[in-house]
C-alpha cells in the first residue's frame, strides 16, 4: 500500500506539492485560532480577577439612583472606610 501511495505522489508531484501546502496551511490556521483563543481566555481571566468590586450603599427601599439623594449621614462613610478590603469611599450628592 505504501508503495501505491509512494508511486502517485511521485507521478504528479505538483498536486503532491499543493496538497502538502493546503494541509500545512490548514494546520497552521488550526494553530493560530487555537493560539488566539487561549489568549483571550487568559486575559479574559486576569481581567476578572485583577477587577475590584464597587458596593453601593444606600438607605432602604431605594432600588435606583433617579433624582434621588442619600440622605445617610456623612459619618457613615468613616464606618465603611474601616472595614478591611475597602480602599476608598465616596459620598453620592
Known sequence: MWVLIY???RHNPGRT????LAIGAVVS???ILEGFLA???AQLRSTVLNRGGDLVLTQAGISNFIAVRSILPQLTRLDVEDV???KV?????
Open 39 to 41: 489568549g483571550m481566555y
Open 29 to 31: 490556521e488550526i494553530l
Open 84 to 86: 478591611a478590603g475597602v
Open 17 to 20: 506539492a499543493l496538497m502538502v
Open 89 to 93: 469611599a465616596h459620598p453620592l450628592t
Open 7 to 9: 508511486r502517485q505522489f
